[in-house]
C-alpha cells in the first residue's frame, strides 16, 4: 500500500546522540567539566573526541579565540557597462550610513559591517557583511539584502536587478572567499600538551604527530588539490555537532576548510591547534525550538537569556571549534599507530556501541 507524509506534519529521523567530555575551555570561553552532545552514525567518533577533550583538560584545557564574526550575502546586480558599474560601486560604498539605516529596517540585529564587490563584464557581485546577534543570520542577511536591493536601484537607475544571490556569499560551497574575508566565526582553538601525556593518552608522541601532520594535512591536502583546508576530519565532528544543536547542516562544506598547525615546542612538548574560519552557528532561530535542542543548548550554557547579543551564538562556536579540536588531534594520533583505526572501527561498530 502507497503511503504519503502529511506536508504539513515533519517526520523526524532518530541519529543515536552521546554526550562526550569533559572538556575544559579557557581562553574567550570559560567551562570546566563540560560534556558536549553529538549525533552521528558513525561510534568511534565519541570516544575519539572524548579522548582528545581528557588529554587536552589535563593539559590546562583548549584556548578558543573567537577572531571575527560575520554573516553575508551576495547579491547580483547588471550595469551597461563596466565603467557605470565601477563608477555606481564607488559611491555606493561611501554610503555606509544610509545603507546601514535600510539594514535596519529588516532586523534591529542585522548590522551592516562591510562590503566587498567584484566586477566581471557589466555585472556586479556585491558582498554584503553583517553582524547578526545569535542566529547564524542566513535569512537575516538574506531579507536585509532584500531591503537594500530596491533601494540601490533607486539610487543608481542604470543598475538592473539580476538574482538576490550571487554565489560570492559563499553560501554552503567550498570557496577560497570566505576563508580570506570570513563568513560565520572565525575561531582558533589551541593547546601545549606535554610529552608524557601524549604518550599517556594518546599513545604517540609530538614528533610523530607532527611529522604526520605536515605529510598528510599538509602536502596531502596540496596533492588532492584541496582549497584552503588542511585537516583529518572536521566535518565529522561539526556533522555530529550541528545535528544535536539544530544547526544547518549543510554549512558543514565551509565549515570543514579548516586548518590544523602542530609544533614540537622547544621543551619537547606539542603545540597542536585547529583554525576554523568559516563556523557558521546559531542558537536562535529553525531548529532551535526542538526540545531535544533547547536541551543541549541549555547543557552547553548557550541558552542564557539574559546575555548580550551574540555571546551565546560566540560560545556555542567556541565550543563546535574545541568539538573538531579533540577530534582532529585523536584522529592524528590514532594515524600514527598502524592499524590502531581500523582495530577501533572493527570493535566499536560490530560490538554495537551506537545507543539503543
Not at 179 to 199: D, F, H, M, S, W
Not at 246 to 267: K, R
Not at 334 to 340: C, D, H, I, K, V
Request: glycine share 8%; charged share 15%.
Amino acid at each position: 500500500m502507497k503511503t504519503t507524509l502529511d506536508s504539513q506534519t515533519p517526520a523526524f529521523a532518530a541519529v543515536p546522540m552521546r554526550s562526550v567530555g569533559p572538556f575544559k575551555l579557557i581562553g574567550d570561553v570559560q567551562a570546566d567539566n563540560l560534556m558536549v552532545p553529538m549525533a552521528t552514525y558513525e561510534p568511534p567518533l565519541w570516544p575519539s573526541v572524548a579522548r582528545g577533550a581528557r588529554v587536552s583538560a589535563h593539559s590546562g584545557g583548549i584556548r578558543v579565540t573567537v577572531i571575527d564574526e560575520r554573516m553575508t550575502r551576495s547579491i547580483l546586480l547588471q550595469a551597461p557597462h563596466a565603467g557605470i558599474a565601477l563608477q555606481s560601486l564607488k559611491s555606493l560604498q561611501q554610503q555606509h550610513a544610509q545603507l546601514q539605516e535600510v539594514v535596519s529596517q529588516s532586523s534591529r540585529f542585522a548590522k551592516l559591517i562591510d562590503t566587498h564587490f567584484q566586477v566581471v563584464g557589466n555585472l556586479i557581485y556585491l558582498r554584503l557583511e553583517f553582524t547578526t546577534g545569535d542566529a547564524s543570520g542566513h535569512n537575516m542577511a538574506t531579507h536585509a539584502a532584500d531591503r537594500l536591493i530596491p533601494w540601490i536601484l533607486q539610487q543608481y537607475p542604470a543598475l538592473q536587478y539580476v538574482s538576490i544571490s550571487a554565489n560570492f556569499c559563499t553560501d554552503k560551497k567550498v570557496s577560497a572567499v570566505n576563508g580570506i574575508l570570513g563568513r560565520g566565526k572565525n575561531v582558533v582553538c589551541e593547546c601545549t600538551i606535554p610529552a608524557k601525556y601524549c604518550q599517556r593518552f594518546l599513545k604517540t608522541t609530538p614528533q610523530a604527530l607532527v611529522d604526520l601532520h605536515i605529510k598528510k594535512d599538509l602536502i596531502g591536502s596540496i596533492v588532492s588539490g584541496g582549497l584552503r583546508s588542511a585537516n583529518a576530519h572536521v566535518a565529522n565532528m561539526l556533522l555530529g555537532f550541528y545535528l544535536a544543536t539544530g544547526q544547518d547542516a549543510a554549512n558543514i562544506v565551509e565549515g570543514s576548510q579548516a586548518i590544523n598547525h602542530a609544533e614540537v615546542t622547544p621543551d619537547g612538548d606539542l603545540y597542536f591547534s585547529t583554525t576554523l574560519p568559516n563556523l557558521i552557528v546559531g542558537t536562535v532561530g529553525n531548529g532551535k525550538d526542538l526540545p531535544f535542542v533547547e536541551q543541549n543548548l541549555q547543557q552547553l550554557g548557550c541558552a542564557e537569556p539574559n546575555a548580550p547579543a551574540g555571546q551565546n551564538a560566540r560560545r556555542l562556536a567556541c565550543i563546535a571549534a574545541a568539538t573538531a579540536f579533540c577530534g582532529e588531534l585523536s584522529l592524528l594520533a590514532a594515524q600514527t599507530n598502524p592499524g590502531e583505526l581500523m582495530q577501533a572501527h572493527l570493535k566499536l561498530e560490530r560490538d554495537g556501541a551506537s545507543p539503543r
